[in-house]
């Protein structure tokens, strides 16, 4: 390695020697090194912190960014008669530019107004129905109108649909906001019937009515079978129709001990085959002919003895009961 001594004179006739090592192989040393000629009275301050100014990337130019403008919302340029299906047409996530309403939502202090539509989380959260409006519902059934079939015109009263579809299905399904869009409350199936279109006799009624007990209404006499086991609706369909055939095959069915079944056994009064019908005959069998008892007269009087063992003893029950018996013995006079 060789040296090359410079000498400078200054104007204070002071010599200053600074040395330069100068290699022929290239080494860091003469790669980073500067040569700097400082007076004697001067020191070179350490910078800890680069100043910006002395740095090579802060002398650069900085490249000038253009802002895009912010256009004003969409909603501001929607005409009053525009085609809202076509801007909204399936469900989606609420966007504020998109809707000319001024909506808000979000709990606030009473007295202050909650928050707009725009940048509101709660209104992105909540599911919308912007997608529903009438119009929307019109042009969506005038599609699927060719797939459908016409009611039929004799099916014109309640009545009528009663008595040709007597078992009514209820099912329920449910939206809300959540991972999944199933929920386990719609596999529950209710099956209702009224117990008057199973044509049933006495002894198939009141066998039904104790395996059934609590789920037949006797006011509106509709039976109500509520099916809920299975993981599926199909399933649980299927299982409240076999629970009604199981039902109504059964109650037909006549057991050997139910012959033996007494007056006291029954679940209420009947006056077929009752000791007071046979009382009652044995009665006009005695009774003179001179005042023949007419037949509305013995069916007021069995209606009026099955209610007062039915129902109760009430006021009105035992007047009834008292007028029936004096039209029958003759004693209005």
Not at 39 to 60: Q, T
Not at 109 to 115: A, H, N, S
Not at 205 to 211: E, G, I, Q, S, T
Request: glycine letters at 2%; one cysteine or more.
């Amino acid at each position: 390695m060789s040296a090359i001594v410079n000498l400078r004179v200054f104007r204070n006739f002071q010599q200053f020697v600074s040395f330069r090592p100068i290699s022929n192989y290239p080494t860091s040393l003469n790669k980073n090194a500067e040569v700097q000629n400082v007076e004697d009275d001067d020191f070179r301050a350490l910078e800890l912190r680069p100043n910006k100014s002395n740095n090579m990337r802060g002398n650069r130019r900085k490249t000038a960014y253009k802002k895009t403008p912010v256009h004003p919302p969409r909603s501001n340029k929607m005409p009053v008669d525009q085609d809202w299906p076509s801007v909204w047409p399936v469900a989606r996530v609420f966007h504020p530019a998109s809707v000319p309403l001024p909506l808000h939502q979000g709990w606030v202090e009473p007295g202050i107004t909650p928050p707009g539509k725009f940048a509101n989380a709660e209104l992105m959260k909540i599911p919308n129905f912007l997608h529903l409006t009438p119009p929307a519902i019109e042009r969506q059934c005038a599609a699927l109108k060719k797939f459908c079939t016409e009611w039929p015109k004799e099916l014109d009263t309640d009545e009528k649909i009663d008595h040709h579809f007597p078992i009514q299905i209820t099912t329920s399904d449910y939206l809300h906001s959540s991972p999944t869009i199933r929920d386990a409350r719609a596999r529950i199936v209710t099956l209702q019937v009224k117990l008057s279109t199973l044509h049933l006799n006495s002894h198939a009624k009141d066998k039904l009515l104790r395996l059934v007990k609590e789920r037949y209404d006797p006011i509106t006499d509709i039976l109500t079978i509520v099916s809920e086991r299975c993981p599926l609706r199909k399933q649980n369909l299927d299982y409240a129709m076999y629970l009604l055939n199981v039902l109504v095959s059964e109650s037909w069915k006549t057991e050997p001990w139910e012959n033996e079944k007494s007056e006291a056994d029954m679940e209420k009064y009947v006056w077929e085959g009752s000791q007071s019908q046979r009382t009652l005959q044995q009665l006009l069998e005695r009774m003179p002919d001179k005042a023949p008892v007419l037949p509305e007269d013995i069916e007021q009087y069995s209606t009026n003895v099955t209610r007062f063992h039915n129902e109760g003893e009430t006021t009105e029950n035992v007047n009834t009961y008292k007028e029936s018996v004096k039209k029958l013995l003759g004693l209005n006079a």
